[in-house]
């Protein structure tokens, strides 16, 4: 059947079995956002960090609170997660990311600054859009540690069971 009905006319043909004509998919003309210096901002979240993101057109430099890539994020498999949006976008070293992050380990904080360039880059290149969403990377992962229940020694393990 059909979702939506434009008008009473429609309705009764949906209501004989006929169906009603398929409204035409509207194309979103997404405009860049960007502020007065010619960045665009965006909030990457991931377990329990949060990073805030600004990235402007450059050398493909990218400070994290204040440090180096390469210093902030030691391990080669937390800078290749950082360099996954430029890849798949097609924009490696175009683009200059200064992030704050806050909360977490290193490898949840790297998580929230590739969310987050994600999304600045959607913002700042509405084109990109497409690329991003296809590889997943504009989807907030949720997964988050369990909490600990009452009675229980972890989230789930349970304490040695003694029959005797």
Do not use: C
Request: glycine share 10%; hydrophobic share 45%.
């Amino acid at each position: 059947m059909v979702d939506q009905v434009n008008s009473l006319e429609d309705l009764g043909k949906v209501a004989e079995g006929v169906e009603a004509p398929a409204a035409a998919p509207v194309a979103i003309n997404r405009e860049p956002v960007r502020d007065a210096l010619g960045r665009a901002y965006a909030t990457g979240k991931r377990k329990d960090a949060v990073a805030r993101v600004w990235i402007k057109p450059g050398s493909g430099k990218v400070v994290v609170n204040g440090k180096e890539m390469s210093v902030y994020f030691a391990r080669p498999v937390l800078q290749m997660i950082l360099r996954q949006p430029f890849q798949v976008a097609g924009v490696v070293d175009q683009f200059d990311v200064m992030a704050t992050v806050a909360g977490g380990g290193l490898s949840g904080q790297a998580g929230a600054v590739k969310h987050g360039v994600s999304k600045a880059l959607q913002l700042y290149d509405p084109t990109l859009r497409a690329a991003l969403k296809a590889a997943g990377f504009l989807t907030r992962d949720s997964r988050v540690v369990e909490r600990k229940k009452y009675g229980k020694a972890k989230a789930r393990k349970s304490f040695q069971f003694s029959k005797r």
